[in-house]
T-cell receptor, first 116, second 117 residues
Framework: AQKITQTQPGMFVQEKEAVTLDCTYD???????LFWYKQPSSGEMIFLIY??????QNATEGRYSLNFQKARKSANLVISASQLGDSAMYFC?????????????FGSGTRLSIRP | GAVVSQHPSWVICKSGTSVKIECRSL??????MFWYRQFPKQSLMLMAT?????????EQGVEKDKFLINHASLTLSTLTVTSAHPEDSSFYIC?????????????FGPGTRLLVL
């Protein structure tokens, strides 16, 4: 079974609009962490935001916020006021457990394209 | 600035040769590093977990004799693709974890593009 599911292979959004990228996860471990990464065409993986399973509040980092719905096991990324430079692949990822050697599993990604 | 470096960034080699990729921690010591592979238009797939001073832990389906991992120090892990073949052509990327009080981050290297002819 898929641990991390991103159901949107591609999205087109008008510049300056907000966009929500969907991510659902599956785990029975009470301790886990959720990540979002941006991968531009250069290939580098850029860390955007992190949400711990015990965090009471939704994580925010500048224009990025994570809509953490624990009961629904969803961790959608919201980008406010999108910019042309936001066009890239976006990956949701999860780490199960608290061990520093716990591996991170990635979703299939969403390609976001911002229209001028 | 960069936290993790990778070298080389590009490799083109003939089939049958071995290729070594270095992943270096610039900012902190990492007892654990992760190696991923990404084929075009696909997601990152974890290949192995590299542990300093001990053997790497490989994911199911990854040949440990083909993808040799050495983590000899707290700042350097190497991945050697032995007897590379065209199907090994991919984007190889390493990562390290850094934990703070309330946040953890996986820092990724810039990646190595391998093309086997």
């Amino acid at each position: 079974a898929q641990k991390i599911t991103q159901t949107q292979p591609g999205m087109f959004v008008q510049e300056k609009e907000a966009v929500t990228l969907d991510c659902t996860y599956d785990t029975s471990d009470p301790s886990y962490g959720l990540f979002w990464y941006k991968q531009p065409s250069s290939g580098e993986m850029i860390f955007l935001i992190y949400q711990g399973s015990y965090d009471q509040q939704n994580a925010t980092e500048g224009r990025y916020s994570l809509n953490f719905q624990k009961a629904r096991k969803s961790a959608n990324l919201v980008i406010s006021a999108s910019q042309l430079g936001d066009s890239a692949m976006y990956f949701c990822a999860m780490r199960e457990g608290i061990d520093s050697a716990s591996k991170i599993i990635f979703g299939s990604g969403t390609r976001l394209s911002i229209r001028p | 600035g960069a936290v993790v470096s990778q070298h080389p960034s590009w490799v083109i080699c003939k089939s049958g040769t071995s290729v070594k990729i270095e992943c270096r921690s610039l900012d902190f010591q990492a007892t654990t590093m992760f190696w991923y592979r990404q084929f075009p238009k696909q997601s990152l797939m974890l290949m192995a977990t590299s542990n300093e001073g001990s053997k790497a832990t490989y994911e199911q389906g990854v040949e440990k004799d083909k993808f040799l991992i050495n983590h000899a120090s707290l700042t350097l892990s190497t991945l050697t693709v032995t007897s590379a073949h065209p199907e090994d052509s991919s984007f190889y990327i390493c990562s390290q974890e850094k934990r703070g009080n309330r946040q953890e981050t996986q820092y990724f290297g810039p990646g190595t593009r391998l093309l086997v002819l």
